[in-house]
């Protein structure tokens, strides 16, 4: 089991929809949506919408790489954004691990 699936996280990958750009799904379920019908009728913010729903479907390997990096590098103090992320305190996450 992933550290993601241990956190209570939905399992990656997450993708972007293919028919509805902004929609990010797991699986067969929609976890997020980075944009609304009324916002995309400007082409230009549906366009960032597009954009913030790649970056968030990114969001689980991204935040295992954090981790993992935090753990192999304790020099280096990114547990506050790792704890930002996932509502669990370091010493919760690494006991995971």
Not at 49 to 71: C, D, R, T
Request: charged residues 25%; negative net charge.
């Amino acid at each position: 089991m992933s550290i993601i699936e241990k956190l209570g996280i939905s399992k990656a990958p997450w993708e972007v929809n293919k028919r509805a750009s902004t929609a990010i799904m797991s699986k067969n379920t929609c976890i997020a949506n980075s944009g609304g019908w009324t916002d995309a009728l400007k082409e230009d913010v549906f366009l960032e919408q597009q954009k913030n729903a790649i970056l968030i479907a990114s969001a689980p390997e991204m935040l295992e790489a954090l981790i993992q990096i935090q753990y192999f590098h304790d020099e280096l103090d990114i547990t506050e954004i790792i704890e930002k992320t996932t509502g669990k305190s370091w010493e919760e996450i690494k006991q995971l691990l």
